[in-house]
């Protein structure tokens, strides 16, 4: 146990029992506790990496608490336990908790599925993301970029996860006004070679 990462269990409101549970059964497959992202991160020592690897993150939500794995696609999931939180989500998977009873009839398939996610760093394996080409591009951005040669070459020149990101966000619009706007917002953004959220 890290004592830096102690306040996050004291301080919780909700789902105390359980996350401590989940923290005891990370603990146990010899993972080392870390505070990445404001929450309990579980790593593991891969040879010829300096960083650690992360395996799993501990985490809160309003309905649940849950396990993140980060390359949960690739895990061995024989329960059926892992979630895809939504269809935009390659890697990571979930795994969700309503209660204590839960986690501990669960407890050895969890072990499992952290010992496999350890497996899968060690053997280095990586996830197979979808090109950016694959993802869906609204026909108003893309009557934009064959009109605007100079709006085409700057979206070109961004990297992959930030041409993804403005797809994703300029696709979930469900009206074509929306689009337009929300396309319209950002050209200049784009144009300055910046992400979504630089």
Known sequence: MNPKVDFYFDKAKTWKKEIEQLRTIALDCELTETLKWGCPCYTFPIEGNKQESNIVLIH????????????????????????????????????????????????????????????????????ELKKTSEFAMPEEFKQLLSEDAALKKAFKALTPGRQRAYLLYFSSAKQSKTREARIEKYIPQILEGKGLND
């Open 60 to 127: 809160v939500f309003k309905e649940y608490c849950g396990l993140l794995f980060f390359k949960g696609a690739l895990v061995k999931d024989p329960k059926g336990i892992l979630i895809q939180q939504t269809e935009n989500v390659q890697a990571a998977r979930q795994m969700r908790f309503t209660n204590l009873r839960q986690i501990v009839k669960l407890k050895p398939a969890i072990k499992a599925c952290i010992k496999d996610a350890i497996a899968i760093e060690k053997a280095g394996l990586k996830v």
